[in-house]
């Protein structure tokens, strides 16, 4: 093998190891360049060592070779102090025109990986992808770090596209500015601007080393101007590498038969059905354009979306070497967010648009927005959902022309379509979320305006309780007037007839009794007072307000006929309150009954159990009916259709049932008159 210069390692053999093939070299001293994290290379140290490794890739260059998989880890240090290059098991032989043959895998270490060696952009990897990844490796080598962080391929990929990197001296102060450069130099995204070759780099470092060595420091020194040789264009020199040597794939690189399509496929799988997935429209629109930002190598990215043919941004993408920053935003696009020229060509044709170099395009590059922004290459594709548009996602990448190729362009639509859908699907969801937001907020209100309501109309009833005393003591008082007004007529006479006027008196103090009794129940209603409340017979209370009125149906000519349950059930309440409900609900149905002349006039009370749960009690007469269109406000406050009438018995019944617990109900009765039922809960 005499034409392998003494820049590479000499391989003795190859053993297989248990993790992976085992290469014995000629130099057993030989140890990789790597370099601890908290202890980068010294200046003198990092330019001896990065002129031998420039030095070996210049020779491999010189010999035809494209390397491919530059990193410390492959730079060797032998004992006699010379770096060596090993590690050439994705080197390939450089193709006579001076560009690499067309390669469907993309290969390398993907952290020192460059650009076109990704594929992402639509260029070859030629030597100059070697000095990126020297570049990377001199970034490691004087920093200790490297200047990306990525958790997968495709993220690294990104990096290397889109992610500038952090300057050197933000790790380092005594880094010389023209070092700094002169990695950066090796590192552009553009070939076209990184050294030209390995020979010019060489020239430079030797330069910086005289001057480090002379000053420590690097003065001033134009970067790429010393003589170089141009190897990228230099027809291949030499064979190609044994089998053996083209076996040894260093254990962290890694080649992907099918390529870039293969890696894109699976990821692109992966990021449509998370977008599928993902339903609240925030989330959503920041996995968009996190995705296509990633895949597509984009810097900077907007997503609009289209609602009755206006434009809004609603998100905003921005990468840099903190990672990519998503915000998301309401904003009518103007020309300091993006070309509208390439905005409106898009909505207008629903075509996506690709610009490889949008500086130099004859139509676009005229753009208002391009005077101030650099922007290299850029995509603007439409979201479609059955034809209609719904959105626009416009991507740029201000450091490389090409980046957006028509096949990853494909696959940016293949998610724009997935996205498409699954915005328009949030979107819904959305709304729905919202409406659902705002029927709750309108039942809450409702609920809340009920609640109130109630507590208004119990204070209404509360007032209208107390203006009702009147209404309900009138009467003993009246009769306590009239049997005082007859008591002292007996006893005013000549000879005053006592037995007359104590008999009246007695009637008075029983009126008194009564009257008294109404204003402590209506006090204790108006209280909801539970205290008073007793277990108690209803039939009990049935007979005592039945007895009460006996005599005045029997002056109507009613019959009264009773139906009382046998059941033991007893219930919980006060029998003054209770006797009141069915002393007005007899009262009323008497009333009811008296003008006219009905042949058939019959008043029914009757009380059952029910389930043994409950007792209700029906007061049923043979009247005339309430009137269909009053049958909902009889229970009204102030309610009533007699001239004397105050409307408030009913009111008053019915509050005094709600608070036992039960209910009272008004509806036509069988032979044309009117039922009143109310319930009681059985007492525990
Ligand atoms: P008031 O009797 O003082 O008018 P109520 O609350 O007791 O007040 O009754 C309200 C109205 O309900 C009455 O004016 C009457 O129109 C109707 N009403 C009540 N009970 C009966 C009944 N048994 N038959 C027909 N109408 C009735």
Redesign the pocket.
């Known amino acids: 093998m005499t034409h392998r210069s003494r820049g590479a390692a000499q391989p003795l053999t190859l053993l297989s190891g248990v993790e992976s093939p085992l290469l014995v070299l000629s130099d057993p001293s030989a140890q990789p360049l790597y370099v601890r994290a908290d202890e980068p290379f010294s200046v003198e140290r990092f330019l001896d060592i990065a002129i031998g490794a420039a030095a070996a890739l210049s020779q491999a260059h010189v010999s035809g070779l494209l390397h491919r998989d530059i990193k410390p880890g492959n730079l060797l240090e032998g004992a006699d102090g010379v770096v060596r290059l090993t590690g050439f098991g994705l080197s390939v032989q450089a193709h006579p025109s001076g560009h690499m043959p067309v390669s469907d895998s993309i290969c390398g270490t993907l952290a020192y990986m460059s650009p076109e060696q990704s594929r992402k952009v639509e260029r070859r990897a030629d030597q100059r992808s070697d000095l990126y990844s020297l570049g990377m490796t001199f970034y490691e080598w004087l920093t200790g770090r490297l200047p990306f962080e990525a958790r997968d391929a495709v993220e690294w990929v990104y990096c290397h596209i889109a992610r500038q990197p952090t300057a050197l001296n933000l790790y380092r102060g005594d880094i010389p500015p023209v070092l700094s450069q002169l990695v950066f130099k090796l590192i552009a995204k553009n070939p076209d601007e990184r050294y030209q070759s390995a020979a010019s780099l060489l020239a430079d470092l030797r330069t910086c080393r005289c001057q480090w060595r002379q000053f420590q420091d690097i003065p001033e020194l134009t970067l790429g101007q010393s003589a170089g040789d141009p190897v990228a264009h230099r027809p291949a020199l030499c064979a190609r590498l044994s089998d053996e040597e083209a076996a040894v794939v260093s254990r962290s690189s890694i080649s992907i038969p099918g390529g870039q399509d293969t890696l894109d496929l699976s990821s692109v799988m992966k990021a449509a059905q998370a977008l599928s997935e993902e339903t609240d429209q925030d989330r959503l629109i920041e996995m968009l354009m996190s995705t296509t930002m990633i895949h597509a190598g984009a810097q900077r990215a907007l997503l609009m979306l289209v609602k009755n043919d206006a434009p809004q941004i609603c998100a905003l993408g921005q990468g840099d070497d903190t990672g990519l920053q998503i915000e998301l935003t309401q904003m009518v696009p103007t020309k300091l967010h993006l070309p509208l020229s390439i905005l409106y060509r898009v909505m207008r044709t629903h075509q996506r648009l690709l610009i490889d170099d949008v500086r130099a395009d004859a139509y676009f590059g005229a753009d208002e927005y391009l005077k101030d922004q650099e922007v290299r290459s850029a995509v603007c594709l439409p979201l479609l959902k059955q034809r209609r548009l719904i959105g626009v996602l416009y991507l740029e990448n201000n450091l490389t022309p090409g980046v957006f190729t028509a096949s990853r362009a494909g696959v940016l639509e293949l998610l724009a379509g997935q996205a498409a859908t699954s915005l328009e699907t949030a979107r819904l969801h959305d709304q729905l979320l919202r409406e659902n937001a705002r029927r709750q907020d309108i039942e809450t209100a409702l609920r809340t305006a009920r609640a109130r309501l109630a507590q208004v109309s119990q204070a209404t009833m509360m007032g209208e309780l107390a203006a009702s005393i009147a209404h309900e003591i009138n009467q003993p008082l009246a009769s306590m007037v009239s049997n005082a007004a007859a008591s002292l007529r007996w006893l005013n006479r000549e000879t005053p007839r006592i037995g007359e006027a104590l008999s009246g008196l007695h009637d008075i103090v029983q009126d008194g009794k009564r009257a008294g009794d109404i204003v402590r129940a209506l006090q204790s209603l108006a209280r909801q007072d539970a205290q008073h409340r007793r277990a108690l017979q209803i039939n009990d209370v049935i007979r005592h307000v039945v007895a009460l009125t006996q005599a005045e149906g029997e002056q109507q000519r009613v019959l009264m006929t009773t139906d009382l349950t046998r059941s033991p059930l007893q219930v919980m309440g006060s029998s003054v309150q209770l006797q009141q409900v069915v002393l ?1 609900l007899i009262v ?2 008497l ?2 009954m008296s003008p006219g002349d009905h042949v058939l006039r019959r008043l029914s009370i009757a009380s059952h159990a029910v389930a043994e749960e409950y007792l209700v009690v029906s007061v049923e ?1 043979t ?4 009137e269909a269109e ?1 049958l909902g406000k ?1 229970f009204n406050a102030f ?4 001239d004397k ?7 008053i019944c019915r509050t005094i049932i709600h608070a036992h617990g039960g209910q009272l109900y008004v509806m036509p009765a069988r032979f044309g ?2 039922t ?1 039922v109310f319930t009681l809960p059985a007492a525990a």
């Open positions: 007005n009323n149905a009333e009811a007469d009247g005339p009916g309430v009053h009889v309610f009533t259709t007699k009438g105050m409307g408030m018995g009913l009111a008159g009117t009143f």
